[in-house]
């Protein structure tokens, strides 16, 4: 499910992060969980063979990293995540869907209801609170802070299992 509309990883239930990114992210649920919710990862590293499908797909750094640079989710580095309600794992409404390019998805958007502003800046703060920094252009995504001292893998997510 991703701006593609195309399939783009064999597998897509195992979405895998550095241990740090992991251990971060754990915490961050931890203190999500006496509220009610969780956290649903949407994506995480990325190979950057997928990574060059992307961008050939849509070329635009505002939303698409370079695979020439590599980009910071093909270092295990970044996750793109929302809040879920824990008891029966529904999304909480956030400013649009997933892999939004418009201008809904920037975190400067204020044209919205007041609750979605909240939960938006709910998942922010617990995120930033635990090492993360989120992409200006999309609410869902964070970069473990330090994420450029790790280098752009290609691995295919088939040879991690």
């Known amino acids: 499910n991703n701006f593609t509309g195309k399939k783009v990883y064999e597998k897509g239930t195992i979405c895998f992060v550095l241990k740090e990114v992991a251990e971060k992210l754990d915490l961050v649920q931890k203190q999500l969980e006496p509220m009610g919710l969780g956290l649903l990862v949407w994506d995480g ?7 060059r499908t992307f961008w050939e797909i849509f070329p635009d750094e505002n939303y698409v990293a370079n695979p020439a640079q590599g980009g910071r989710h093909n270092r295990g ?12 794992g529904k999304e909480v409404e956030m400013p649009t869907h997933f892999d939004d390019f418009s201008e809904r998805a920037h975190r400067t958007y204020t ?19 635990q090492g993360f920094e989120g992409w200006k252009n999309e609410w869902w ?18 040879e991690l299992e």
Not at 82 to 88: A, E, G, I, R
Not at 111 to 129: C, F, Q, S
Not at 146 to 157: S, V
């Open 45 to 51: 590293y990325r190979p950057l063979a997928v990574q």
């Open 77 to 88: 580095t970044a996750v793109d995540v929302t809040l879920v309600t824990l008891d029966d």
């Open 111 to 129: 044209d919205l209801p007041a609750h979605v502003i909240k939960n938006r800046n709910l998942l922010e703060t617990l995120m930033h609170a």
């Open 141 to 158: 995504h964070f970069d473990l802070q330090g994420w450029e001292k790790y280098q752009p893998l290609d691995i295919a997510l088939e």
